[in-house]
């Protein structure tokens, strides 16, 4: 295991544009790079916290924790977890969602929910050794 530290993203830097332009395409190839300004309202939005995982001080991961309240309660979603190829099964992905768990029940979220792709075999294994749960839930997509 490698050295990873994980910390929210409070400001939107040269080196944070680049680490989303060099990760992304890693977790959606047909993502369009992000601007400063979009990295910026996500950063600036009291709804989501942006966490980096570091190792050698390179940002070597992402992880977006979005909470909302709904007449239900407060909402917790882990969404656009991406690792570099090059630090994945080294405890990175690990660090980054045991930091938006942490944050999550701070905040007073009861649950935390995300969603992966099936052929994400060794990230669904991570969400499951962590404690998540499968649901027998359907997930829908309205294309606008």
């Known amino acids: 295991m490698m050295t990873v530290q994980v910390a929210p993203v409070g400001l939107v830097t040269d080196e944070v544009l680049e680490a989303f332009h060099r990760l992304i395409p890693q977790l959606s190839p047909s993502s369009s790079p992000m601007t400063m300004t979009e990295l910026d309202e996500i950063v600036g939005n009291t709804s989501i916290v942006l966490f980096a995982a570091r190792t050698d001080g390179l940002i070597v991961g992402l992880l977006t924790l979005v909470m ?10 882990i969404e656009d977890v991406v690792v570099d190829d090059r630090a994945r099964g080294k405890g990175v992905g690990e660090a980054l969602n045991r930091a938006a768990l942490s944050m999550a029940r701070q905040r007073g979220a009861k649950t935390v929910d995300l969603t992966s792709r ?15 749960v499968r649901r027998d839930t359907n997930v829908y997509r309205f294309e606008l």
């Open 68 to 77: 909302f309240r709904i007449p239900t309660g407060l909402r917790a979603w």
């Open 118 to 132: 099936p052929s994400r075999e060794a990230a669904n294994r991570l969400y499951q050794r962590l404690g998540f």
